[in-house]
């Protein structure tokens, strides 16, 4: 099944109508406010989603422009809803797509956007591509930021990795994942999804238990800047670690593009 199938049990974060997720939505807002990001610009946001990021920024920056991409096309038609509680006029670009190929499928931006701890459905050479495309798609003093939370710290080692593990619970049904297998070439351990009760599979997912400081490694050799935002410096509870990364360098990106590959 797809992500789609899954993320139809495990939204709640990014529901307009859920009443979290609309006191997300305003935290976020002051967030980009006090980052100081560009005004009047152009907001890419990746994996958007139903647009909760991408309309907190549009919403922070007076943006004349905001692109959701992501490959869950329901999702990207909710971002009315969030344009509508922002109360922005705003009439936003979808594009369903591979974030991997944003480069090919979107024009250029000030800033580009991957919120919601998106980045463990990709493995390492995945973060290249993205990374790299990212690069290629902003200008020249562009900024991209990364909000995600280090799990080779708190799932590897603060809570243990579960053979069995209850992901979320809803009125009626209950979402749990069990562990099915390990790629030692991609990094990436296979999870496959159960409803309870009547334990009805979803799906199986692959997974990279990222840590941030490979990933502030990984960005800085596509950005002159990287940074680490952490929850106690940004002073907002429902925003996770950030990572902040400005001024792509494209030569770097367009090298590693030309000649980069995934494993055998």
């Not at 997300?24 to 909760?52: H, M, N, Q, V, Y």
């Not at 280090?150 to 809570?159: F, G, H, P, Q």
């Not at 360098?249 to 055998?264: E, M, N, Q, T, W």
Request: glycine content about 10%; hydrophobic content about 40%; overall charge neutral.
């Amino acid at each position: 099944m797809s992500l789609e199938g899954l993320y139809r049990y495990a939204r709640a974060y990014m529901e307009p109508g859920n009443e979290g997720a609309r006191k997300r939505f305003i935290e976020l807002s002051e967030f980009f406010e006090k980052l100081k990001l560009p005004r009047e610009g152009r907001i890419l946001d990746l994996c958007a989603g139903t647009g909760i990021a991408g309309t907190a920024a549009a919403k922070a920056t007076n943006a004349k422009k905001l692109t959701l991409l992501d490959l869950r096309a329901e999702d990207l038609k909710r971002v009315r809803e969030w344009l509508e509680f922002a109360g922005l006029g705003i009439v936003p670009t979808k594009v369903r797509g591979d974030v991997r190929e944003v480069a090919k499928l979107t024009g250029e931006h000030e800033v580009a956007l991957l919120f919601g701890n998106t980045m463990i459905h990709f493995d390492p050479f995945d973060a290249v591509r993205i990374f790299s495309n990212v690069a290629l798609t902003l200008t020249e003093d562009g900024v991209f930021i990364v909000e995600d939370t280090d799990r080779v710290y708190r799932i590897l080692y603060s809570i243990g990795y579960k053979e069995f593990f209850v992901e979320s619970k809803g009125e009626n049904h209950t979402l749990a994942s069990v562990h099915e297998g390990y790629d030692v070439r991609r990094g990436t351990f296979k999870r496959a999804y159960y409803l309870l009760p009547g334990f009805r599979k979803v799906g199986e997912f692959d997974f990279h238990h990222w840590d941030l400081a490979t990933q502030l490694a990984i960005g800085r050799i596509f950005f002159g800047e990287a940074r680490l935002i952490r929850p106690g410096e940004h002073g907002f509870t429902r925003v996770g670690d950030v990572l902040y990364f400005k001024r792509p360098r494209k030569d770097i990106a367009v090298l590693v593009l030309d000649d980069f590959s995934g494993p055998r």
